[in-house]
């Protein structure tokens, strides 16, 4: 099973950003989607962003559109998430996550993916 870790976390002021990074052991043909997701204090998991290696094609959540971007390097087996104008509401564990299914732009669901890091902690505060 693929293995990941994720990095870049920290402290960063309200309008500030971030970058997330997330190694994998190895990414493989058997691994579809990849996906970030974040789970604050008291809530559920929360899916943020996905990419498909099916055709390359990303989704988001309603939530980050337009401030958080998805990317990644296969020759660094690194997925990467951009996260722009973060506000306290963004404080949280960011995961990332890899599925055996095709789900991503449609939907990302924490039932689909079955690979997953140990998280990395965004705090946004001043």
């Known amino acids: 099973q693929v293995q990941l870790v994720e990095s870049g976390g920290g402290l960063v002021q309200p309008g500030g950003s971030l970058r997330l990074s997330c190694a994998a052991s190895?990414?493989?043909?058997?691994?579809?989607?990849i996906a970030w997701f974040r789970q604050a204090p008291g809530k559920e998991h929360e899916g943020l962003a996905c990419?498909?290696?099916?055709?390359?094609?990303?989704g988001y959540a309603d939530s980050v559109k337009g401030r958080f971007t998805i990317s990644t390097d296969n020759a660094k087996n690194t997925v990467y998430l951009q996260m722009n104008n973060l506000t306290p509401e963004d404080t949280a564990v960011y995961y990332c996550a890899a599925s055996i299914y095709y789900t991503c732009p449609e939907k990302i669901s924490v039932t689909d993916y079955d690979a997953w890091g140990r998280g990395t902690q965004v705090t946004v505060s001043s």
């Open positions: 990419f498909s290696n099916r055709d390359y094609s990303t």
């Open positions: 190895r990414f493989t043909l058997y691994y579809r989607d």
